[in-house]
């Protein structure tokens, strides 16, 4: 491995600093993504200084800003502290049934965040608050720090680490010293997708009756349609993402963890657990059950005791295809746009890069409701034609998931070292071709990992769904969140059922990326 300060892109510095094209594709996009923010500062204008502090500075106000702050703060270290600990384990000991342990540990991201809440409320009425929320939101989203961190934990080369305790140091000097700096990049992107999920998360918190400032803004156009004070606080949202943001950039660093070529690297010796084994068993066991089995079982129990239970074949099979058919759609419209974003960051680090790449996750800290209604009120005044039309439902989608996506090419871009494409370039092909015949083929994995994190998210995605989709259009999510919204559980537990099955194979394809074996 070569850990270098980064000077900007690639080594041999040929090309301009922001090449043309690549950087007016890469705005373009960020301009996209930044359409929701563009809404918000236009309703804060328009309020006025006075009527933005009238709204803004309540007591209701700091309320919802004491618990989106307690929620992000909390599930994102629970789901840092738990996605690296299963990591860890599954990855760097001699844990009994690794190849179980990948599998089931990765497995809860087929599991939407408002099907937990389901599953787990339905236990108890009773199951409310912020200890319920926190639970319920590391326990859907602790794969998102897993499963870079595993990779990452995998393809490490342990000779650092072995020269590391030949100097004497322990084995808990080693990892802080050694191996997590390795990590930070997975680590912390991880992280921030999770944080910017809690920023936005709705479906989960309304069921569980915890009030962030996501759920407050849906109740406000659901029961006063004031635009002015749902806007007022999407502004602050924006701002906490932003708080996000600036932190992750600031923690990541710029060190470069590339290397060229593979040298002679071997897969580490397991840590042996010794008497800790079964604890470790246990605890694994216990968070698949808690993830899993909780849902999975209150599933069964309403198919098979609810009075309402039906299986409308036509309506689910509509429905499973509408679902399926957009979730492709979208992960190959996200992914697509990521792209160039993703290559700017990493091969031109600059301002202006770093900037373009921020203002692409500005969108996936806004609920799917301001999203919808930014995209809307630009259809409806400039693009008349696309309203409640797939491309304004895509476009929403690729403006909510495009953290997912980026993640995950960036890591993936981060680890080709910048040579190789100058070399490309050295023997007369062009750039466009250097992206397909070596940057590609090298991204492959990242490209895949990332496409099915987009996948999962759309094939779950709901109040912008409802609000963007073409008359008529349902998928399972919204035919869910209907049916279990007026209490016929049995009625909702097929979709939730298919949304599961559907998501699993793309959930499978992140295990599968991530160990580095073919699918």
Known sequence: MIRSPARGGSAAGTGLRYPPLRLAVAVAVALLTLLPLGYVVAGVVGTGPAGVVALVWRPR????????????????????????????????????????WTGLMAAPLAVPA?????????LSPGFAGLDAAVLVTTLSYYPLVYLPVAAVLRGTDPAFEDMSRALGNGPWHTFVRVVLPQLRPALL????????????????????????????????????????????????????CLLLLGGEQRLAGRARVARVGSGAMRRAVPHRLGPATLPAIVALALLAVLALGVPLGCIAFWLATSTSTAFPLDDLLRTTATSLGLGLLGAVVTSALALPVAWLVVRRRGRISRLVERCTYIGNSLPGMVVALALITVAIRFLPALYQSTVMLLAAYAVLFMPRAMVSLRTALGQIPPEL?????????GSAAVLARVTLPLIARGLGAGSALVFLAVVTEL???????????????????????????GAAAPYALLMILISAPAAYLLTRRSRGEDT
């Not at 936005?200 to 002015?228: C, K, N, P, V």
């Not at 494409?421 to 023997?427: A, C, K, P, Q, Y």
């Open 61 to 100: 106000v700091g309320e919802l800003l004491t618990n989106t702050v307690e929620l992000v703060l909390l599930g994102t270290t629970a789901c840092v502290v738990v996605g690296t600990g299963a990591a860890w384990l599954v990855e760097r000991t001699d844990l009994p049934g690794r190849p179980l």
């Open 189 to 240: 992107g991880g992280a921030l997708l999770v944080g910017l999920h809690l920023l936005a998360e709705f479906g989960a918190l309304q069921s569980l009756r915890f009030d962030t400032f996501t759920t407050a803004i849906y109740d406000q156009f659901q029961s006063t349609f004031d635009g002015a004070g749902a806007t007022m606080l999407a502004g602050v949202l924006v701002l906490l």
């Open 114 to 122: 408002f099907v937990n809440s389901f599953g787990w409320y339905s």
């Open 463 to 489: 109040t912008s769904t409802l609000l963007l989709a073409p008359i008529g259009t349902q998928t399972l999510a919204t035919q869910f969140w209907s049916e279990s919204s007026s209490i016929h559980y």
């Open 421 to 429: 494409d100058d070399v490309g370039r050295s023997l007369g092909v």
